[in-house]
């Protein structure tokens, strides 16, 4: 599905992805952590195509493609999905129109004519169960004063109707309840399939409780350098992060 | 300095012309009025860029222009000319005006029950009693040249009064074009609007330059509007004239207790557009809206200056004017709030925010409060920049292209005016005529 080569990125000149290597196959979930600073959320960044990303070396490959030659609207319509950080508001568009559009940009790369009206709405209402949204919700403008766990929630429903191949949920637990979390992560595995694979980014173990990942790679100053199985995370949760900034140290100077 | 006392001096010659055209009129105590209007015009002179009031707009252009005056030939102008202005699918009472003259043969008016509509020429005669009450008691020349030459023209234009209770469902549109194809006119017209307690209306206001080669047309509109008890008005004026087209113009309103004034200014493009815009809030509970949106592209200049003057306890006014400029076209926006020493209790909210598409595009915003009251909420603000960079990437984080994203941004950000027109299919004709506009704007 996913193959990142050496990459490395860096941002107004300095440095932050130092080399990355990661294969992700189908069907696989893969968790991301580490320190604040590491370079998790600059990774899930430029695989989706910010352009304030500056790309100094390296390949990734999306289904055979080069993902890194694609503008940001071909990435996502080829499916690839940032669930972002911080989801935008977006005043005055109403979310039910903005995926109206978004749907039907990805339906048309596929080569498949717009939804039709009554399809969409049906389409729109199984999907909203998913993450527990409402009517009211989804009539209101993009994220406008939504609360930071309705963001989300807003969040993962996108990936529900836009129906991506490769999902990256940027640190999406941060900010939630346990209740908010709940949803979100139910609404992430229900959508899981063994057609589609999903990136988790977030700094605690927490999320991962109940998203379960197959392998846990852990960043450290813009390279992986620990992977492991879904016990790597407990094992972050009761050691914290320092013996990882040890490991790294030896490694350097080794 | 010549050229411009040589316009001024035209003005002086043609003054005495249509006073001689006046007969039995000119003894009307009307006619004191424009007089005394005209003198202070020739005192004050038009204003230069040295005016405050005037700093970022230069109506140098619009001076040293040479114009035709006083051409009261409606013919000129046929129903197929002013076809493409009208509102499409609604029924409506159609006042046209050509060169300021009211053209009887494109005007449809329905008069619906409780409404007295007719050329103010005519309500000058006929309703003199009511006219002399309220002519130029909203609109004060005294300190405002352009107000002055107005009124010392102020021979035509719409007369409506609404009759208490009345409430009236067809919108009046009162439609001007300037026919300056033959040669540059100078089109003065005087508007007088009356609504009665407990009266509802709409007033669309449109005016078209018809033009030809380097032949400027000149409008100088002014609108004086008077609201009694719990009346309601809802005001639109849309301006998509051309390029040779300078429109200077005014809506002067008095707003008596529990009013309501809901204004809604659209410019999509023009020369020289100037707008001022004021309501006196003088009975309780009385409330104001100002809504305004340009949007404009090439030399375009489009300049707002609103006044809400608070003058009793208990009334809101709430303003938003929007913004989005391309080329090296030019806004300004002055929004005084004013509240007197007896408007205790007054909500006032200003703001005015403009997204700046070209480096050649700017934008003076100048918000201007004199509070005089204590206890008061008074707000204001402006923005002016670019579209949020996050909000494109987001859009295009979901499949929406570059273009379509900046669209789909843009129109939401000029959609929170268009949503304050309650008319229809005025605001389905406006909304697509922007996205249309930002549509291609974007491509190109």
New interface residues.
Partial sequence: MLTITNLQASVEGKEILKGINLTIGKGEIHAIMGPNGSGKSTLASVLAGREDYEITGGTVTFQDEDLLEMSPEDRAREGVFLAFQYPVEIPGVSNTNFLKAAVNEVRKHRGLAPMEPKAFLNMMREKMALVEMDQAMVSRSVNEGFSGGEKKRNEIFQMAMLEPKLSILDETDSGLDIDALKIVANGVNKLRSKETSTIVITHYQRLLDYIVPDFVHVLYKGRIVKSGGKDLALELEAKGYDWIKELAQEEVTA | MSEVLSLQEKLVKEFIRMEAMLNGQAQAPVHAIRKQAMTRFTELGFPTIRHEEWKYTNIMPVVKNDYAFNVHNTSTVTKSDIEPFLLPDVEANILVFVNGSFAADLSTIISPKGVEVMPLAEAFKKKATVVEKHFAKYALWQNDAMLALNTAFALNGAYIEIASGAVVEEPFHLLFVNDSRAQSTFAPVRNLVLVGANAEATIVESAHTLASGENYGFTNIVSEVVLADNAHLNHYKVQQDVEQSYFVGALHAEQAGTSVLNTVVVTLSGGIVRNNLSAVLAGKGADTHFYGLYLVNGKTLVDNHTLADHAVAHCTSNELYKGIMDDRSTGVFNGKIMVRPDAQKTLAYQSNRNILMSPNATVNTKPQLEIFADDVKCSHGCTSGQL?D??V??????????E?ARA??L???A??ITEKIQLEPLRERLESIIAERLHQELVS
């Fill in positions: 949020d996050e909000s990437f987001y859009l295009r984080a979901r499949g929406l292209d570059k379509q789909l941004l129109y939401a950000f959609g929170e």
